[in-house]
T-cell receptor, first 113, second 114 residues
Framework: QKEVEQNSGPLSVPEGAIASLNCTYS??????FFWYRQYSGKSPELIMS????GDKEDGRFTAQLNKASQYVSLLIRDSQPSDSATYLC?????????????FGKGTLLTVNP | KAGVTQTPRYLIKTRGQQVTLSCSPI?????VSWYQQTPGQGLQFLFE???????NKGNFPGRFSGRQFSNSRSEMNVSTLELGDSALYLC?????????????FGPGTRLLVL
């Protein structure tokens, strides 16, 4: 069973702080890693994708990948109340599982004004 | 480009009935994937279609089925509905669904089974 694990939270941070979201995965053959944001009652929207070890930055968001540790994280700098949402880590695997995303159960983030 | 569209957006059915949900992918996208989202299990993969062929299937009973048409539109069907089928059903499209391609989600169909 290929799994993706996330801290369920809730994670609460003050406005302007850095929010750190973590994810581990079990399939060593995983090739691609995605962070989605889901507001209550809405569908997931992509924030970041990362494929190689290291950091990838996009505005206030930084994704970090460590394949040796099977670990991926998302940092949100200067957190805003509008960042309050559930953050889903998703992994695309190898071989026959290449076509599907395996999701963690999400981390609920609350940014307090 | 228009995004992924799903119809209907909301549906109420009773146990034992069947339901058909529809998904139109982003123009030019040939891969459509379906997911079920519940509070307890999170987002779970149902199946993926590409060029009218099912390429992968998740661990759901045979009551869950799907198909894809030549224009890439997809439908999923759930027969003999159970209370536990109440969920948000999401479809996602991508051009070819290669390893590094993102999947883009539609707004979902919220199904309530009474």
């Amino acid at each position: 069973q290929k799994e993706v694990e996330q801290n369920s939270g809730p994670l609460s941070v003050p406005e302007g702080a850095i929010a750190s979201l973590n994810c581990t995965y079990s399939d060593r053959g995983s090739q691609s890693f995605f962070w989605y944001r889901q507001y209550s009652g809405k569908s997931p929207e992509l924030i970041m994708s990362i494929y190689s070890n290291g950091d990838k930055e996009d505005g206030r968001f930084t994704a970090q990948l460590n394949k040796a540790s099977q670990y991926v994280s998302l940092l949100i700098r200067d957190s805003q109340p509008s960042d309050s949402a559930t953050y889903l880590c998703a992994v695309k695997g190898s071989g026959g599982s290449n076509y599907k995303l395996t999701f963690g159960k999400g981390t609920l983030l609350t940014v307090n004004p | 480009k228009a995004g992924v569209t799903q119809t209907p957006r909301y549906l109420i059915k009773t146990r034992g009935q069947q339901v058909t949900l529809s998904c139109s992918p982003i123009s030019g996208h040939r891969s459509v994937s379906w997911y079920q989202q519940t509070p307890g299990q999170g987002l779970q993969f149902l199946f993926e279609y590409f060029s009218e062929t099912q390429r992968n299937k998740g661990n759901f009973p045979g009551r869950f089925s799907g198909r894809q048409f030549s224009n890439s539109r997809s439908e999923m069907n759930v027969s003999t509905l159970e209370l536990g089928d109440s969920a948000l059903y999401l479809c996602a499209s991508s051009p070819l669904n290669t390893a590094q391609e993102t999947q883009y989600f539609g707004p979902g169909t919220r199904l309530l089974v009474l």
